[in-house]
Every structure is written in C-alpha cells, then in structure tokens.
C-alpha cells in the first residue's frame, strides 16, 4: 500500500510541475492549443496571471515531493495530508468553477491518494 501512495504522490507532483512548467513558461505558446475555446489575444494579457498560478502548483509539486525526503513516519503523512487535501479542494474549485475535467485530472488522483493514506 505505501509503494502504491508514494506512486500516486509521484505522479500528482509530476503533474503538478507540468502545470508550472505551462502556465509560466508556456503559457503563449501552448495555451492557445490547449485552450482553444479562448481568443488568441488573451494570452499575453494574462501571461502574469498565469506565471502567479504556475508559481502555487509549484508549490504543491515540492510540498508533495518533500514528503519523499521526511523520514519521520507521522510528520510524512501530515504533510502528505496537507499538500493532498490542498491539491483536492483545488481540483474540486476548479472543477466548480472552471472545467469538470479538472476533477478527474486533479482531485479524483489526490481524494484516492488521501483514501489510502488514511486507510494505512
């Protein structure tokens, strides 16, 4: 069950960090093609807007990938706890607000993740 969270952790930094990636270094030239439903000349207004919300995914892809370097047992799943639930009431406003995709991509991966390490 732990080789199976720290998986799941793995995975939703990586992912984490491919959203800081995009929104602050690509958000140019990728959002367009990602986006399509938005016009082009949005994207350079909201090039900062972007950047700020890559910075925050940033910070949850190194609060999770943190947890790999805690070796003590509780202060782990504390913060793997923390960093989760964080990444799931992201998902879930996301999914509210902006694109239900944005559940199953973001919160499903870190409600499972939360399950688990509270079954442990």
Sequence with gaps: MEILIKILIGLIALFHCYILWFEMFAWENRGPKVFRNFP??????????????????????AGLIWTFFISHPEWNQNVAIFFLSCVAIAGIYGAATADKKIFFVQALPALIALGLILLT
């Design 40 to 61: 082009k000349d949005l994207f350079p207004k909201t090039k900062a807007m972007a950047a700020n919300q890559g910075l925050y995914n940033g910070f949850l892809a």
